[in-house]
């Protein structure tokens, strides 16, 4: 049995709001109960799809590391975008993994692992697929050694992707398919201007993209601003704590994007009929902007003209937005964020996001294309889906899962006036011809998809 889930997104919770720790009760608990009503298992496989420790969503980049010294600035090192600073890089992940590791949910998530049980006599496998908030894993040997150390005894190997052909399984995080999380063409066409990487070689994984420059200083800076701002101005009553609590959710919005909608709907009316809390969250947005648009990172990538996008690139259109920050004061500052959205291009084409099209792609011709793969599995839009792209009499398909995310889903309602959200729990269990036998149609790797969503204001 294979065990898949991705999109948990571990951090320090300095700027984002973790999962409780007993999803990893519940969630091995459940496998565990599969195991034994199996019963004839040939092994447990856990596959962490991605985005499991978030080393760039934190309030340490902004407000410990000095500006010059962050992995986006600096020399760039020609083969990564990362700071050349390698010594001074590794020792900051190192640094925001540590933070991590000592929360609650972190440790939960490695006893779930060792309490797993053993099948066939050998104890859970469990692969690591290294996505975009977690890219250091792939540049820094020292980060994958101490991850080891908190799973010990239980082996942990990391890589890019994982194929099972007895499982009619490949998987990997999906970032490889969105246009600011994906390092291939920025190394292409800015860092080696005539560079050949094809889009899944090994060397393309170790490229930092804008996106984790996005998450830490624009992001987190923002969360981490307006925090500072509150204790400027004296700001700490239990309905002002509240509302710092809850803007964290600014870091779960899909796509990206979508927080400045969110974030125009979220603060209207907030702190009072005087909206007081507006001059500092627009402090902290103008400050949050600027920084990431300083970064090195940023101006490289302006030199990049994506495919993916209407008209220029990520950084044009947040420039833009900066400069309605500092055109626009109170409600009409609002009114133009409510209006952003506009700028970032839509997604189009047959109801398909990118990752799902880029699924199909791989099903129909790509790595996935042959009689071994039924099954694509990606993580990293956070938000759960099934596709099935072609079926046959004798039951084989050509089948897209995305699995979602533990985290709370935020989205836009269907009359576009407001958001909702709920918290999800979602994971995939695949099986070989050898497991799982009872109700069989025929022969083969089968599937169960889980998708929990719980609507409710706590954990």
Not at 191 to 203: A, I, S, T, V, Y
Not at 276 to 301: D, F, M, T
Request: charge should be negative; glycine fraction near 10%; aromatic fraction near 10%.
């Amino acid at each position: 049995m294979i065990v898949v889930f991705s999109d948990v997104h571990l951090t320090d919770g300095t700027t984002a709001r973790n999962v409780h720790a007993r999803a990893f009760n519940l969630l091995g608990g459940e496998i565990a109960a599969v195991a034994e009503k199996k019963g004839d298992l040939t092994e447990i496989h856990l596959v962490l799809l991605g985005d499991i420790y978030d080393l760039v969503r934190t309030s340490y980049w902004v407000d410990e590391v000095a500006e010059k010294d962050r992995p986006w600035n600096g020399t760039a090192d020609p083969e990564t975008a990362m700071n050349a600073d390698e010594a001074t890089a590794r020792s900051q992940f190192l640094a925001v993994l540590e933070r991590i590791l000592a929360t609650e949910p972190a440790r939960s998530l490695a006893q779930m692992v060792k309490d797993l049980p053993a099948v066939n006599g050998q104890p859970p496998r469990v692969t690591y697929v290294v996505g975009n908030h977690d890219r250091a894993f792939n540049n820094y040997a020292e980060l994958n050694e101490r991850l080891q150390r908190e799973f010990d005894p239980i082996k942990v190997e990391f890589d890019f992707k994982v194929q099972a052909d007895a499982y009619g399984l490949l998987a990997r995080h999906g970032h490889e398919w969105d246009a600011e999380c994906h390092g291939w063409e920025f190394y292409n066409k800015v860092l080696r201007r005539d560079g050949k990487l094809e889009q899944f070689d090994p060397r393309c994984y170790r490229v930092q993209a804008i996106g984790e420059a996005v998450t830490a200083e624009l992001m987190s800076g923002l969360v981490h601003n307006t925090a500072r701002g509150f204790a400027e101005e004296g700001w700490n009553s239990p309905a002002d704590l509240a509302f710092l609590e809850s803007f964290k959710d600014v870091n779960n919005l899909r796509p990206l994007t979508a927080a400045f909608n969110w974030l125009a709907w979220f603060v209207r009316g907030q702190g009072g009929k005087d909206d007081r809390y507006l001059p500092v969250i627009r402090e902290a947005l103008k400050n949050a902007l600027s920084g990431l648009l300083r970064s090195r990172l940023a101006r490289q990538w302006d030199k990049l003209q994506s495919d993916f996008l209407v008209a220029g690139d990520l950084t044009d259109h947040l420039a833009r937005v900066l400069a309605l920050v500092k055109q626009r004061q109170g409600l009409k500052l609002l009114e133009g964020l409510a209006s952003v959205a506009n700028l970032f291009g839509a997604g189009g084409g047959n109801g398909l996001d990118s990752l799902a099209k880029g699924a199909e792609s791989e099903l129909t011709n790509g790595e996935a294309s042959g009689d071994a793969i039924q099954y694509v599995l990606y993580g990293h839009t956070h938000e759960a889906r099934e596709d099935c792209f072609r079926g046959s009499q004798d039951g084989r398909v050509k089948f897209y899962v995305n699995t979602g995310t533990f985290l709370p889903f935020i989205d836009r309602s269907r009359d576009g006036r407001g958001f909702w959200h709920a918290h999800r729990m979602t994971y995939a269990l695949l099986f070989n011809g050898d497991e799982d036998r009872d109700g069989r149609r025929g022969p083969g790797p089968t599937l169960d998809v889980w998708n929990g969503l719980r609507r409710k204001m706590t954990d």
